[in-house]
């Protein structure tokens, strides 16, 4: 008892202390809790306390609820950041507006608004883009439109100089816009039976826009590169009666044929990380980590590039699950394939395609749609070509080189002023100026010159069409335009997946556009890397005499075997520079890639049905490397070369038949004895577009 009383002593001199903190402006709520439990035991033993004590406690609560009413429990020290923020506008010379435009489904896309001021009967230009329209309109903060507009789709002196009405959106599913996210949607079909698409989504919100943005003229031009480019084709589906032109530069059109995750057949397996962040999330906020600093390392450590995505979790993502389940051209990809779509749609909307001579991402799209549209195009003028000697978007940057490569002039500047410019203008302003813009406008690699076409492809103004041309393998690695004439010839190399031939010299660095990468210029990489390689045939002409100039599509006509049961074959046409060249020393002897491609042996009979490949048997593989113009020049050589693997920008063929190579096991992977032949039945060839008058 003496011991429980000393303690209720001292329980009450603690509660005589608190009310006198109380008083004096403390608050102490954990003296407080501490008590009320303490006592809570205490009168269990003392039920003659229970009121005194309680009665203490309600004049305690009571205290604090007075001072409560007078002062904060503690301190408060007041938050230096407004609950509302009002940014200055402060010498601003145009207005930004945040809009969500609904969609017919009632989904509403984030969309941002530049309006230079005093703009009166403007034009609208309209990108679309899974890549964030706040990243795109304020990466660099300013009070000046010209400093504002950002990004990688914006040609900015041409939008500015023209005074357009900017508009970024964001597509469904990405960043400030609501709805689910879809790897280029396909259009309303078999493969989406939802009643919207990019095509009507880019409908709905042209719709908005002209309707409630007072400063237009109501007419609409869309612009993109990429993924915005293939997003600036969409509206050509039922297109709006307000868009009059579209300028899609380097777009995402066929993404098995020779875009960004196949071409013919064989996995673009370093955009890995690309699917990944692109695809797991809103923000692309989950970020492919790293593991060595050599991309060749990395993927070879996996083994597949099926195994690889499952050590990286990549079956949560959709897009990722239906490219390993389609690795042939099934209805999956060729229904998507916008080229085929766009081919049975009318030419009503004014559309400038912009392709790069070399462009390591989507080299396949813009004249895939090209070939597509040209032969409506007889009457309508609607359908106009630039082939410029860039990487994937350089036309909007300096463009005066391309690695080793220089042109000699702004290629990019000139497109921009000389062509673009012009173009919008025609069709986006009142009083329609007028423009001199060629059906095709194509740049001459070799002699660095623009020329102005009728059509493409054309080998001069006057519109000669190049000659299909064999260029053949020969014994001892020669190349020439005879045909040959010993008899069962061929050479042969060992190709070994464990010792993948890389695509560019090593370390293979990701892909990216930072300063640090170099990736946008590996198309142009010197090629004497490869062609001292035993697993690399190498196939030269003499020097030349004459020019030699081509002027489209050169074709691969291979005769080939493996001991193996499948098979990549990778043909590379390249112009090799004299031993040593004035004024430029960098360049003696350098091995230039002129067009180069890859084709999975598997799909030689059939894209969509792929076999396997009949072991030592000589078989005919036929296929098309990308668009070229240029001129090989007099003292330089015509080189082709002939390998089995492209890595790791493609995964490795196990050469062993497998139904599908993601998930290829580690005993799939066997070398093989490759042959090429060059004998008079049996010749092997690529086939130049060859312009004879120039």
Not at 551 to 576: H, Q, R
Request: aromatic fraction near 12%; include cysteine; charged fraction near 20%.
């Amino acid at each position: 008892m003496a011991r429980s009383l000393g303690q209720l002593n001292r329980r009450l001199e603690k509660l005589t202390r608190l009310e006198r903190r109380l008083n004096s402006g403390a608050v102490v709520i954990p003296c407080l809790y501490y008590f009320l439990k303490r006592c809570s035991l205490l009168r269990k033993n003392f039920r003659w306390l229970h009121s005194s004590i309680f009665a203490f406690i309600l004049f305690v609560a009571g205290a604090l609820s007075a001072q409560t009413t007078q002062a904060p429990l503690y301190p408060n020290y007041p938050s230096e950041t407004p609950a509302t923020f009002q940014p200055s506008t402060f010498g601003m010379d145009f207005e930004r507006r945040e809009v969500m435009i609904p969609m017919r489904d009632g989904v509403k896309l984030h969309t941002v608004i530049l309006v230079p001021h005093g703009a009166k009967h403007e034009g609208i230009l309209l990108t679309r883009t899974p890549y964030s329209a706040n990243a795109l309109t304020m990466n660099t903060p300013s009070v000046h439109l010209a400093t504002s507009l950002w990004g990688y789709d914006n040609a900015t002196e041409t939008i500015i100089a023209g005074g357009y009405i900017r508009i970024v959106q964001d597509i469904r599913g990405k960043y400030g816009s609501e709805g689910d996210y879809v790897m280029n949607r396909p259009i309303h079909g078999p493969l989406n039976p939802t009643p919207v698409d990019e095509s009507t989504d880019t409908y709905d919100t042209i719709d908005w826009l002209v309707k409630n943005i007072p400063e237009t003229n109501g007419k609409v031009g869309v612009l993109g590169i990429s993924y915005d480019g293939f997003l600036s084709l969409m509206p050509l589906i039922h297109p709006h009666p307000a868009l009059k032109v579209a300028v899609p530069m380097n777009p995402m059109v066929d993404g098995w044929r020779g875009d960004d995750w196949f071409h013919n057949g064989a996995f673009r397996e370093q955009n890995m990380p690309y699917i990944y962040e692109q695809t797991a999330t809103r923000s692309n906020d989950a970020h492919w980590l790293s593991s060595n600093f050599d991309d060749y390392d990395t993927y070879m450590n996996a083994g597949s590039a099926g195994e690889l995505g499952k050590q990286r979790k990549m079956d949560q993502i959709g897009f990722w699950t239906k490219v390993t389940g389609h690795p042939a051209y099934d209805s999956f990809w060729s229904d998507q394939a916008v080229d085929r779509i766009l081919a049975n749609e009318p030419t009503t909307v004014p559309t400038m395609l912009v392709a790069s001579l070399w462009d390591q991402e989507d080299i396949y799209g813009a004249i895939a749609v090209y070939k597509a549209l040209e032969p409506k195009n007889t009457s309508n003028n609607k359908l106009f070509l630039v082939l410029g000697p860039w990487h994937h978007g350089q036309e909007i940057e300096d463009a005066s080189s391309l690695g080793a490569i220089n042109f000699h002039s702004d290629t990019g500047l000139y497109f921009r002023e000389q062509i673009l410019a012009p173009f919008l203008a025609h069709y986006l302003k009142d009083d329609a100026p007028p423009m001199d813009t060629a059906p095709v406008t194509a740049f001459e690699t070799g002699t660095n010159k623009w020329e102005r076409l009728q059509a493409w492809p054309s080998g001069c103004a006057n519109g000669c069409t190049p000659k299909p041309t064999p260029l053949y393998l020969q014994a001892e690695g020669k190349l020439a335009f005879t045909a040959p004439t010993k008899k069962a010839a061929f050479d042969e190399y060992i190709s070994d997946p464990a010792k993948p031939v890389p695509f560019r010299a090593r370390p293979s660095q990701p892909v990216g556009y930072t300063p640090n990468l170099s990736w946008v210029r590996w198309l142009v990489d010197d090629q004497r890397e490869f062609s001292g390689r035993t697993d690399v045939l190498t196939f030269t002409t003499e020097t030349l005499t004459a020019p030699v100039k081509i002027s489209g599509e050169p074709i691969a006509n291979l005769f080939a075997s493996t001991s193996g049961s499948d098979a990549d074959w990778v043909v590379k046409l390249i112009d090799v520079y004299p031993d040593e060249v004035a004024g430029q020393p960098e360049l003696g002897g350098y091995q230039l890639p002129v067009s180069m491609d890859i084709f999975r042996g598997r799909y030689r009979e059939s894209l969509s049905e792929p076999k396997a490949i009949p072991p030592n048997t000589p078989l005919q593989y036929k296929f098309a490397l990308p668009t070229t113009n240029h001129i090989f020049a007099a003292g330089h050589k015509i080189m082709v070369q002939v390998q089995s693997s492209w890595f790791p920008l493609y995964d490795r063929n196990p050469q062993t038949f497998v139904p599908n190579i993601f998930f290829a096991q580690p005993s799939d992977y066997q070398k093989a004895t490759m042959r090429i032949y060059h004998s008079p039945t049996q010749a092997s060839f690529v086939e130049l577009p060859l312009v004879t008058e120039h």
